[in-house]
């Protein structure tokens, strides 16, 4: 009976070695599958809530401009009524500055005649005497009608404290320039509003104006603050002294 059982045949090493690598592959493969799709998974899901927080951000800053904008667009409309003069100067006030003016991280609102001259303040009945005939916001309107809301970059005070200017230009009914409507803005409100986010080691987050120039940025750094993205880092341009109200 023993000589007529075969004997199983023995099957190659280097083929079960082959099959063994073969299922180590396959299933190295298919892990390799998931963990790429749980990882591209996490990155959509990373970038569609970075996506949401800078839409979120962007639209609160977007809103308070604007309400500021209104603010000086309305004195600029305001300062052209003719019965502006023949009222008191308290209710002249209330006719021109609404309570944005006051709001927190905002400056005083100026009135400036088509020479500069402050005319207007609309946090005293007696403005200060100043001229600011030199600065890049009241050139820019005297030499252009449409120049719109103009944002300058950010600038110093001799008190070490950090604005951006806002303006708008006031226009004589044939259109010929006759001042300016201006403002500021402190950049502790953009400050204060990133601070409250939190980032990654490799995370950052910047406000720029519409000239490259950094407005804001996260993790703060205060020696990038004024830098343009046009032209070195290395140069900061940011200005010192008091080209607007405060």
């Known amino acids: ?10 099957v190659p090493t280097k083929r079960l070695l082959a099959l063994g ?26 970038k569609e809530g970075a996506t949401n927080l800078i839409a979120s951000i962007a639209s609160e800053i977007d809103r308070t401009i604007e309400l500021y904008d209104l603010s000086l667009q309305a004195v600029a409309d305001g300062v052209k009524l003719p019965e ?20 927190k991280d905002l400056g005083s609102i100026l009135v400036l005649n088509a020479a500069g001259d402050v005319t207007r303040d609309s946090r005293t009945l007696t403005p200060r005497a100043a001229n600011f005939a030199d600065r890049d916001f ?19 005070t001799s008190d070490g404290e ?24 402190r950049l502790s409100y953009f400050h204060n ?4 986010l939190n ?10 104006n519409t000239d490259g120039v950094m407005v804001m940025r996260a993790p703060f750094d205060i020696s990038k603050i004024g830098q343009s993205i046009k032209t070195p880092w290395s140069s900061n341009s940011i200005r010192h002294g008091s080209p607007a109200p405060t």
């Open 84 to 103: 502006l003069g023949k009222i008191s100067p308290e209710l002249r006030q209330v006719v021109l500055f609404d309570r944005a003016a006051t709001a």
């Open 21 to 46: 690598i073969g299922l180590i592959l396959c299933f190295s493969g298919i892990c390799a599958a998931i963990l790429w799709e749980m990882a591209d998974k996490d990155y959509r899901h990373a």
């Open 138 to 156: 009241f050139r820019a309107h005297r030499t252009r009608a449409d120049s719109g809301l103009f944002i300058s970059p950010p600038w110093v």
């Open 1 to 10: 009976m023993n000589g007529l059982v075969q004997k199983p045949k023995a």
């Open 193 to 196: 509003l990133f601070r409250k």
């Open 199 to 208: 980032f990654g080691a490799g995370d950052s987050m910047a406000l720029f």
């Open 162 to 185: 950090y604005l951006i200017s806002l303006s708008r230009r006031i226009s004589n009914d044939d259109g010929s320039f006759a001042g300016v409507v201006a403002g500021s803005m």
